[in-house]
T-cell receptor, first 109, second 112 residues
Framework: GQNIDQPTEMTATEGAIVQINCTYQ??????LFWYQQHAGEAPTFLSY????GLEEKGRFSSFLSRSKGYSYLLLKELQMKDSASYLC??????????FGAGTRLTVKP | GAVVSQHPSWVICKSGTSVKIECRSL??????MFWYRQFPKQSLMLMAT?????????EQGVEKDKFLINHASLTLSTLTVTSAHPEDSSFYIC????????FGPGTRLTVT
């Protein structure tokens, strides 16, 4: 089975940096994904990690440690539009995607 | 990137009726599509995995006779909610897998 944990809510200030952590336990692993989801909309892809290390893409970076079952999403230079839910997802051995409960990020001015 | 569409985007139906939701991959062929359900302020819950030309694989606790899935072609999967009840009101999202999963825009179902 799978177990994916991430904080329920976080608050940060515009222009700051925020790190959203995700820990997981899984019997099969074909990659870890981060998605952004605004209320009432479908998730949009942010990042994908299958090997250990840091993947950087503009203001967003994602880190993976497979041995620790740990990932984080780093958001820099926060903007008000970054207020959303951030979903950590694991692609399992059957290529099925399972999601954590999501972290609701609020960016304040 | 690849595009996945869903139809309808929202639907209101009466309790006891059936509703069909379509999921299409517009510019690629998807041998596997996934159906998710999301209740307010909760995450996406995988309902079933749909493979073209074969029976869908349902997650534990999802009634296969209530949520009928048909994956008749490489670009189309349908989810039919049969005998809908108010507790079936939710946001239903499909995704189609290529090298990564591409999500449809979702269908909001309200059962009155």
């Amino acid at each position: 089975g799978q177990n994916i944990d991430q904080p329920t809510e976080m608050t940060a200030t515009e222009g700051a940096i925020v790190q959203i952590n995700c820990t997981y336990q899984t019997s099969g692993f074909n990659g870890l994904f981060w998605y952004q989801q605004h209320a009432g909309e479908a998730p949009t892809f942010l990042s994908y990690n299958v090997l250990d290390g840091l993947e950087e893409k503009g203001r967003f970076s994602s880190f993976l440690s497979r041995s620790k079952g740990y990932s984080y999403l780093l958001l820099k230079e926060l903007q008000m539009k970054d207020s959303a839910s951030y979903l950590c997802a694991i692609k399992g051995g059957n290529n099925d995607m399972r999601f954590g409960a999501g972290t609701r990020l609020t960016v304040k001015p | 990137g690849a595009v996945v569409s869903q139809h309808p985007s929202w639907v209101i139906c009466k309790s006891g009726t059936s509703v069909k939701i379509e999921c299409r991959s517009l510019d690629f062929q998807a041998t596997t599509m996934f159906w998710y359900r999301q209740f307010p302020k909760q995450s996406l819950m995988l309902m079933a995995t749909s493979n073209e030309g074969s029976k869908a694989t349902y997650e534990q606790g999802v009634e296969k006779d209530k949520f009928l899935i048909n994956h008749a072609s490489l670009t189309l999967s349908t989810l039919t909610v049969t005998s809908a009840h108010p507790e079936d009101s939710s946001f239903y999202i499909c995704s189609a897998a290529q090298d990564e999963q591409y999500f449809g825009p979702g269908t909001r179902l309200t059962v009155t």
